[in-house]
């Protein structure tokens, strides 16, 4: 273990917690019963963890346990949120806003209703990320059904002004949906204070196990009516069919109630490390922060190194470092970050980026160690190439 690369990629995924996997053991084996079998008492374990978790999780973002539909995870919660709204009130309209830096979950299915006849509004953002709370409210019309913003950028971090959204929304009689994935028991959600009437969410961006999420369904002022996505057995209210994974939700809801502990002196100490890596980084010049400087995610850092090849950035990091150049979920494409081209990067500077991802078992020692590597690796760079340095545009 200790010959393995630093981990900074926790955007992507986080490593278990010990105490979330101790908690889904017993699930896999002695209480291994099927939630819906309420006729023995295996299904009554299982029904019962179930039950707990499911208030857990509600709790956390003010919920009521009966508005938690569990998915396989974020990506499905999107899309039953953006097409299940689609289905629903198409008879009301066929209008949905959306934004050009969100999660490929949600673009891809907007994009798809636009081949049903729907239209869509791509909002730009401004250079810092940040969506124009002006041009939201101008950009809703009488045919709008749904908004949907994402809390925390997966790529650049950027906290988006969800409270302030949600009351835009709530005064037009707009739904509101949220993609908050990477904002968790990282960041305070309030579905009622913030006006957000759907939410996804999954475990293993808070360092619980992969393959479960969750949507959340506002049930009352207003009732949110969706079509199901996924049909066959009638399960989470008849919204997602399918046997529930007890040991992934048992899983889901304790990394949520151990995140939620520590929530505030976990964030305290990831901006140290975050601010750490950045004034290391920052001396060099030429480096430019990609993402609003404060309103972001405390563990999230996205640069883009002027004069530099991006892929050559990474291969010098790999040996010491576990980082990405954007998105997980688009890492093997070879097209720049459609994130920071929104931001109004250039494709240069687009392609010369690195997310670095800084989690709950990250150390001094090993930021020092990383920013080491990384200086070492672009002064390298830049002088084997000089004249891409001088020539490389900067927006």
């Known amino acids: 273990m200790s010959n393995r690369p630093i981990y900074l990629d926790n955007h992507a995924t986080t490593p278990m917690d010990e105490r979330v996997l101790e908690a889904m053991l017993p699930y896999f084996t002695e209480h291994f019963g099927n939630p819906s079998s309420i006729s023995h008492a295996y299904g009554w374990e299982a029904e019962a963890a179930v039950k707990k978790a499911r208030a857990i999780l509600a709790d956390a973002i003010h919920a009521t346990p009966e508005e938690i539909i569990f ?33 490929s979950a949600v673009l891809d299915p907007c994009r798809y209703l636009q081949t049903l006849g729907f239209e869509v509004t791509f909002l730009p953002v401004q250079p810092d990320g940040l969506i ?26 950027v906290l988006q002004p969800l409270a302030e959204i949600g009351e835009i ?7 509101f949906h949220t993609d908050a994935a990477q904002a968790i028991a990282k960041i305070p959600l309030d ?73 505030e002196s976990e964030s305290k100490l990831l901006l140290q490390l975050r601010e750490r890596l950045w004034n290391a980084l920052s001396r060099l010049g030429d480096i430019h922060l990609n993402g609003h400087r404060t309103q972001r995610l405390s563990g999230n850092l996205n640069i883009s190194v002027q004069g530099v090849d991006g892929s050559a950035l990474l291969l010098g990091l790999q040996p010491i ?20 081209l929104a ?21 001094a020692a090993e930021i020092d160690k990383v920013a080491q590597q990384a200086i070492a690796t672009i002064e390298s760079l830049r002088q084997a190439h000089p004249a891409t340095s001088q020539s490389t545009q900067i927006k």
């Open 169 to 175: 929304c709530h005064q037009n009689q707009v739904l």
């Open 71 to 103: 998915t396989s995870g974020a990506t499905e919660a999107n899309n039953l949120a953006v097409k299940g709204v689609a289905e629903a009130y198409f008879s009301k309209g066929r209008h949905i806003i959306t934004v050009q830096t969100e999660h």
């Open 191 to 263: 579905v009622q204070s913030m006006n957000i009437n759907l939410m996804s969410l999954t475990a293993h961006k808070v360092y619980g196990p992969k393959g479960i999420g969750l949507l959340y369904v506002q049930r009352r002022h207003p009732k949110v009516k969706l079509a199901p996505q996924i049909q066959g057995g009638g399960h989470e209210r008849g919204l997602r069919s399918g046997t529930l994974y007890t040991p992934q939700i048992v899983g889901f809801a304790k990394a949520v109630e151990l995140g939620l502990e520590v929530r």
């Open 321 to 340: 470092a576990a980082v990405s150049s954007g998105s997980a979920c688009s890492s093997a494409t070879v097209a720049p970050s459609h994130v920071l």
């Open 132 to 157: 124009d709370l002006a041009q939201l409210e101008k950009a809703i019309r009488p045919d709008t059904i749904l908004v949907s913003v994402m809390a925390a950028n997966n790529e650049i971090g």
């Open 343 to 363: 931001l109004g990067r250039s494709e240069s500077l687009a392609y010369a980026s690195i997310r670095f991802g800084i989690g709950r078992y990250n150390t």
